[in-house]
């Protein structure tokens, strides 16, 4: 079977960027990624970023699994004086956000440019 880029995309890729890394999720983040998201967002915290983006314009979906993963980040990651920031959600991963109540821990931009110019 011949797969499309689309298909054979990571949902998660972790890339450097200065003072911290930037995390792009793409497509359907629900419980089976939200797994392989803490496990790889637990060996980045340990190493201590000051900041780290969180890339979700390619994300379709983002479940509370997968939020919850992303607000234990952030405790985490605050209590080492680092901070998460959350760049181009799509309507979808806004409502997802906003429905779960957990859109006040993170400072959100618009875009992947405007949130790595710390």
Do not use: C, H
């Amino acid at each position: 079977m011949r797969q499309t880029a689309a298909q054979a995309a990571e949902p998660i890729t972790i890339m450097f960027a200065p003072n911290g890394f930037v995390v792009r999720l793409t497509g359907d983040i629900g419980p089976a990624v939200a797994r392989q998201l803490r496990q790889q967002l637990t060996w980045v915290a340990a190493l201590s970023p000051r900041r780290l983006v969180l890339d979700l314009s390619e994300a379709k979906v983002v479940d509370r699994t997968a939020l919850d993963v992303l607000a234990e980040l952030r405790g985490s990651l605050a209590k080492q004086g680092g901070e998460v920031r959350l760049a181009g959600l799509t309507a979808r991963v806004r409502t997802d956000l906003k429905a779960s109540k957990l859109q006040r821990l993170f400072r959100i931009y618009r875009d992947l440019q405007t949130a790595v110019s710390w």
